[in-house]
């Protein structure tokens, strides 16, 4: 998503969560795809499942920061 690709990403990650992928780090990368491909409700819920898995995960700040900017944003 990062080389512009967003909808092919989302494709992609849709597929690893469809597995039943359960990692924190996955649900904010899902979420910033979301983000990209312009659904902020999605991302919005991404980053909260990303949080409520692991709290204390490495992207954990990240992901708090991305819900503050989301909120912000409406």
Same mark, same amino acid.
């Given at each position: 998503?990062?080389a512009?690709?967003?909808?092919?990403?989302?494709?992609?990650?849709?597929s690893?969560l469809?597995?039943?992928?359960?990692?924190?780090e996955a649900?904010?990368?899902a979420a910033?795809?979301?983000?990209?491909?312009?659904?902020?409700?999605?991302? !919005?819920?991404?980053? /909260?499942? $990303? &949080? @409520?898995?692991?709290?204390? #995960?490495?992207? !954990?700040?990240?992901? /708090?920061? $991305? &819900? @503050?900017?989301?909120?912000? #944003?409406?």
């Amino acid at each position: 998503y990062r080389a512009g690709k967003a909808e092919q990403a989302a494709g992609a990650m849709e597929s690893a969560l469809s597995t039943g992928l359960r990692n924190a780090e996955a649900f904010y990368h899902a979420a910033a795809i979301a983000r990209a491909n312009g659904d902020p409700t999605e991302a !919005a819920k991404l980053l /909260r499942d $990303s &949080l @409520e898995l692991n709290p204390a #995960s490495t992207v !954990a700040a990240n992901v /708090r920061h $991305s &819900l @503050e900017s989301l909120a912000s #944003s409406d």
